[in-house]
């Protein structure tokens, strides 16, 4: 690896909430805590564990408020709960063990306007909203922009596009901005090219996090060019689970465990072990009963 690659990459596990929401059937409230629980065994420190939505929108996620009331408490952990607006940070500020709130912004109208009924200068005003009033009551908040190496209804989005939209998001000091392709277009050269131009319009004082979906089996090829552009922070989902209900043949996030192999391969640091990440990913697969996507499930790890 060059040497300005980084040696140590932090992973925000987010199959609690990303990775069911697209599951048709409900999975149990024990199920979930029994998935956090293996997470957090694991080596797991950040964990998204639900979202704070209405449960008309997304059903999975109906039981937020019986999650995070059995949420195991643990001083080295931190747990996101996603918000879309005031009455979902309300509900994570009542839960009282929610230690961040996760916004999101999107790079497209079409798409804000089918996931979120917002405009893309609407959803960034929102965010900057929540992100503060999230501060002031004494909660960590950071920001997803959506769609941000391409749209499943625009096409293309430009890169200037994505530039304006996280300086504009910067403004309300989010703990950090995570560039999500939702849809699993991007090629790692765009992902180490957009991440790169986004570091030199922000500086170096906001921290930035990468979000790939493997649709179109480029996940991970994406995750090391943010790496190589400086990125230290990448959302996975144990198995591989996860979608967007809202964007058309969005499969699932790229896999803890192959992303933590292809980690270990490349003599990068992520405090997980990857044996009780496979086998978290085969619990779920049972509890899903289905073969979970991702192959180190399957594989197994590299002979010794």
């Known amino acids: 690896m060059p040497d300005s690659d980084a040696r140590q990459v932090s992973i925000v596990e987010v199959s609690p909430r990303d990775g069911l929401q697209n599951e048709a059937g409900l999975v149990s409230t024990q199920d ?6 293996r997470a957090i065994t694991a080596g797991v420190r950040r964990i998204e564990v639900v979202s704070f939505v209405h449960p008309k929108i997304v059903p999975q996620m109906a ?8 949420l195991p408490e643990r001083d080295d952990v931190e747990y996101i709960g996603l918000v879309l607006n005031s009455r979902g940070l309300d509900r994570a500020v009542q839960s009282g063990v929610i230690d961040e709130v996760g916004c999101v912004a999107v790079a497209s109208d079409a798409f804000g306007l089918r996931n979120q009924r917002q405009t893309r200068e609407q959803s960034i005003e929102v965010c900057n909203r929540l992100i503060r009033r999230a501060r002031e009551n004494g909660l960590s908040a950071q920001v997803t922009l959506s769609v941000a190496f391409g749209c499943p209804f625009e096409g293309e989005v430009e890169r200037n596009t994505v530039i304006d939209a996280a300086q504009r998001l910067a403004e309300s000091g989010p703990r950090e901005i995570a560039l999500a392709d939702t849809i699993g277009v991007a090629s790692p050269i765009q992902v180490e090219e957009t991440f790169a131009a986004v570091r030199a319009a922000l ?12 649709t179109r089996n480029l996940g991970f090829a994406n995750a090391y060019g943010a790496i190589r552009a400086g990125v230290t922070t990448i959302d996975a989902s144990i198995g591989g689970i996860g979608g967007c209900p809202f964007a058309p043949r969005a499969t699932g996030n790229i896999a803890t465990e192959d992303l ?3 980690l270990e391969r490349m003599g990068v640091q992520s405090g997980l072990n990857l ?5 978290a990913a085969g619990w779920l697969g049972s509890v899903l009963n289905r073969p979970v996507p991702g192959f180190l499930s399957r594989a197994g790890t590299f002979p010794e």
């Open 32 to 37: 979930k805590l029994e998935l956090i629980n």
């Open 63 to 70: 039981d937020a408020e019986m999650v995070c009331a059995g």
């Open 203 to 214: 500086g170096p004082d906001v921290p930035l996090r990468a979000h790939f979906h493997n």
């Open 260 to 262: 933590q192999f292809m």
């Open 275 to 279: 044996d009780q990440v496979i086998n």
